[in-house]
């Protein structure tokens, strides 16, 4: 399958730091990457669609100014924490699409990050 | 009443058993659908999509009913390695998809 490299695998942050994730489609172009949040024993909670030139699609309730997104290019999409509190600790994962056709989603292997 | 809908178990079944998880969808207009696997602290995997026809891998096998609007996941022969948590997941048109809670499996020895 098609593979997705997610960047770092772990943080451990002071609150107040802005910590980047970086999300990168190796072996195929993604127009469409997700972004998605999951906390412990429970489901994933999708944050946002990121589109390659475009602004990304928010859920509600996540505030676009603390969870900035941009995907530059159709093989890497960025999610930036920005002055990260101990509520933000959570599991980040990043998913991109291998083409409209198969509609497959194949995700990151995730972020663990903590802040303290 | 939400897109996805899953049992979310436990289910904890003996080696050797086999166990069936069920899923239902509320849009009728769902294209794709999808099981995906998730270790603990872990991505989720893809283990096979699901065909109007139903499709097998192994000891998988994967059933979709459009009529009722359920998809189901057929696992025979559980083995210790099968404990996780089993992901439905469907998708409408373009880049719409959603995921059902999960469903998690304890195969006990």
């Known amino acids: 399958g098609a593979v997705v490299s997610q960047h770092p695998s772990r943080v451990i942050c002071k609150s107040g730091t802005s910590v980047k994730i970086e999300c990168r489609s190796l072996?195929?172009?993604?127009?469409?990457m997700f972004w998605y949040r999951q906390f412990p024993k429970q489901s994933l909670m999708l944050m946002a669609t990121s589109n390659e030139g475009s602004k990304a699609t928010y859920e509600q309730g996540v505030e676009k100014d603390k969870f900035l997104i941009n995907h530059a290019s159709l093989t890497l999409s960025t999610l930036t924490v920005t002055s990260a509190h101990p509520e933000d600790s959570s599991f980040y994962i990043c998913?991109?699409?291998?083409?409209?056709?198969?509609?497959?989603?194949?995700f990151g292997a995730g972020t663990r990050l903590s802040v303290l | 009443r939400k897109e996805v809908e899953q049992d979310p178990g436990p289910f904890n079944v003996p080696e050797g058993a086999t166990v069936a998880f069920n899923c239902t969808y509320s849009?009728?207009?769902?294209?794709?659908f999808f099981w995906y696997r998730q270790d603990c602290r872990k991505e989720p995997k893809l283990l096979m999509s699901v065909y109007s026809s139903g499709n097998e891998d192994g000891r998988f096998t994967a059933q979709l009913n459009r009529a009722s609007q359920y998809i189901s996941l057929l696992i025979r022969d559980s083995k210790l390695s099968d404990s996780a948590t089993y992901l439905c997941?469907?998708?409408?048109?373009?880049?719409?998809?959603?995921f059902g809670t999960g469903t998690s499996l304890t195969v006990i020895p």
């Open positions: 998913s991109a699409v291998a083409g409209t056709a198969k509609n497959i989603q194949y």
């Open positions: 849009n009728s207009a769902s294209q794709s």
């Open positions: 997941v469907v998708n409408r048109v373009g880049n719409q998809f959603y």
């Open positions: 072996d195929f172009q993604a127009t469409t």
